[in-house]
């Protein structure tokens, strides 16, 4: 596609529910990151891939959340057992394949995700 | 732990008017620094990028400059528009995959 895409934009769920957003990269691009943005914060780094090395997972807040890519290409972020402090938007973005400090990002518009 | 601070949190100015942005960060061994634009509802879009060898990078009417022995970052944007009205947000890291993020600064051109 054109940009980097994510599904759902909109998610409710209740507490102790299990979500999974998805992020579909720019083709091509190799490097793929999970960013979380809480309201009144910065941008908080989750995971990242770089084609077939391991992900660096450094960025995961709890056990509860995992990161899976298939095939180098489509993400799912998955969250256990949300809780309400897990409410915020969850940005996907992708780049050439650099890193993230060598080369711009491109993010899609991102998932809200709602706790209750 | 890189920090990074944005100054101010909004700002409100009228078209035509030039404004500077500051982004501050902790620390100096930064290996880049970039510029991003949000819109409501939107996600992120990389303005600019400076490399820590450079001191400066233009695109249009935006040009942002990076001093790493200060710890600092500015976006100047030249005659703004209404349509320049977003979340200026600016990043940096330390090499490696990981950009550090300010909470950004709300920016408002009034007709």
Redesign the interface.
Known sequence: GAG?S?SPSNKVTEKGKDVELRCDPISGHT?L?W?RQSL????E?LI?F?GNSAP?K??LPSDRFSAERTGGSVSTLTIQRTQQEDSAVY?C?SSAGQ????????????TQLSVL | KQEVTQIPAALSVPEGENLVLNCSFTDSAIYNLQWFRQDPGKGLTSLLLIQSSQREQTSGRLNASLDKSSGRSTLYIAASQPGDSATYLCAGGGGGNKLTFGTGTQLKVEL
């Open positions: 980097v994510q490097a990151y960013y009144g914060q910065g941008l780094f990242y770089q660096d450094s960025g940005l973005a890193g993230a400090t060598n080369e711009k990002l491109f993010f899609g518009s991102g």
